[in-house]
């Protein structure tokens, strides 16, 4: 979806680089989704994005139970998955190198081939 995210935990609005949520929630028509409908927010990080994505948004997000948040970092060449949204931030953290494969929890129930994002995966 293209938009923003409100984010009630924070009375602020995110703005995900991507994010996921059911057809019958569809933001189609509507530039500001609930945070309530957003089943997966994802984020590219760029160097002047780097603290937002990892701290600030990472928080607003888990505090406003959007369920699941993916960071692609391609200059560190690993994807982090956070799962389980709280009050104290998000309870689990998967962190594979880009290149990996990377298990989506329901409603998703798919692996990622992470070969495919961007970034390069390390050499070994």
């Given amino acids: 979806m293209d938009g923003a995210v409100e984010l009630p935990a924070t009375s602020d609005r995110g703005k995900p680089d991507l994010y996921v949520c059911p057809a019958d929630e569809s933001a189609y028509g509507r530039w500001l989704t609930p945070a309530e409908d957003v089943l997966l927010a994802v984020e590219v990080v760029s160097p002047s ?3 937002d994505d990892y701290e600030t948004k ?3 997000y888990a505090r406003s139970e959007i369920p699941l948040y993916l960071i692609v970092g391609p200059r560190e060449a690993r994807v982090t998955l956070h799962a389980g949204p709280g009050p104290d931030g998000y309870s689990r953290m998967t962190t594979v190198p880009i290149g990996d494969k990377l298990d989506l929890p329901e409603p998703f129930g798919i692996t990622v ?5 961007p970034g390069r995966p390390k050499e070994a």
């Fill in 49 to 51: 994005s780097r603290h």
């Fill in 58 to 60: 990472r928080d607003a």
């Fill in 113 to 117: 081939d992470t070969g495919t994002m």
